[in-house]
DNA sequence: AGCATTATATGATGTTCGTCATATAAAACG
DNA sequence: CGTTTTATATGACGAACATCATATAATGCT
């Protein structure tokens, strides 16, 4: 044990990526301390020399969600003029991929209906989040006249978000993929995009 | 104890009354079988001679659920034109009561992350739920040329669960308050209702 | 009146949970 | 080389959990 004085550092990032996933796959609550700690190779132990408590946890992992988030953000947009951009978002997020992996998605849609039961620091990561996502969907649409670009981001992202959450909730696998495809068609015209592309399917 | 034959019945849609309303609040999983049948008046051991299982009383809950939010929908829209009962439905489903009161309301919103990880039959009931609100929607859509009423009802269902899940994820108040406020006003137009009504505060 | 039925209660089982006190052993430092 | 520091391990704690076997007592039937 001990393998070097950053060994710890890796090791806890570790631990809050593995929690990350787990919790957006299974919900928070029922990820245990010591199942994160067996995923990263380590017994339950340890679990208290890196984190004050399982909210700790949670909070940091939370935070981490939005980072990937991030990434994924800017994955689909950068390098791409506004309206490709925005369409390539819409496409990415309101997708059957996106809905087959909650452990590596969108922490808004994966937590909806969970995190109002979490603790403070973990819901201030979560504020903070959807504010930095809504501050980057707002800057990527384009401005009309008599449209309020900022009531139009919130307005898509709860569409967006509730889309995802519906299409994995439902069980039936044609009612999901129909979730899917009328809110991305919705979306692409409420965002000012031409409407008829070649229809891709992105999977 | 045994106060008559059909008592039975009665103390068993009691719990599931019960447990419908803190599954919403809590969560299906954090809500324990002894809990429900203490909030009932009752100890714990004998909840197996109403259930086969905690699977059961979750599948039963979600159907109460639905029940419980044909009411509100009835409520919300019987007695008026269509325009009218559409709006009314809308301001209710979008609305800060609504947010604030999850153990009464509607139950895809509040288990929107809870329930793809339950069993077979709480899934099949919340399908059905979801299936009938989406029949009743569309039939409330003015006919437009152009406008596939389906695919709307589909779009608008996602804004509205998304609107309201995210509106209750978020612990700044004003963020909250600005996704209902922006969902409800995005709702309306593309429901084809009349933009200007003195924007009523439904709370 | 007495017997069978049954709704609810008591209490136990074995798990899993978060938390923590303590042990170990390797690295860093003198 | 020896001491201190510290990352991880072991093991235990009490609480909560779903489930079930059994007990109790009141009802309905004969």
Chains 1, 2 share one sequence.
């Not at 957006?24 to 004050?52: I, S, W």
């Not at 399982?54 to 992992?61: H, Q, T, V």
């Not at 939370?62 to 950068?78: I, L, P, S």
């Amino acid at each position: 044990m001990r393998y070097g004085p950053e060994q710890a550092e890796k090791t806890k990032e570790r631990v809050v990526k593995i929690a990350a996933a787990q919790m957006r796959k299974r919900g928070p609550e029922q990820v245990g301390v010591a199942d994160v700690m067996n995923r990263a190779g380590l017994t339950h132990g340890g679990f208290y020399a890196h984190f004050a408590s399982k909210d700790d946890l949670i909070a940091a992992a939370v935070h981490r969600m939005f980072e990937e988030a991030q990434d994924m953000f800017r994955g689909a947009t950068e390098d791409k003029e506004r309206h490709e951009a925005l369409r390539s978002y819409i496409n990415a997020y309101v997708s059957k991929s996106h809905r087959d992996r909650p452990e590596r998605g969108c922490a808004i849609a994966a937590l909806s209906s969970d995190i109002h039961r979490q603790g403070r620091k973990a819901r201030a990561a979560y504020d903070k989040g959807i504010a930095s996502l809504l501050g980057k969907i707002t800057a990527l649409l384009p401005e009309q006249e008599g449209v309020d670009r900022r009531a139009l981001a919130v307005s898509m992202m709860a569409e967006m978000t509730g889309a995802v959450a519906a299409a994995r909730a439902v069980s039936d696998t044609a009612l999901s993929d129909e979730i899917l495809a009328s809110a991305r068609r919705s979306l692409r015209a409420r965002a000012g995009l031409p409407p008829s592309q070649p229809e891709r399917q992105s999977r």
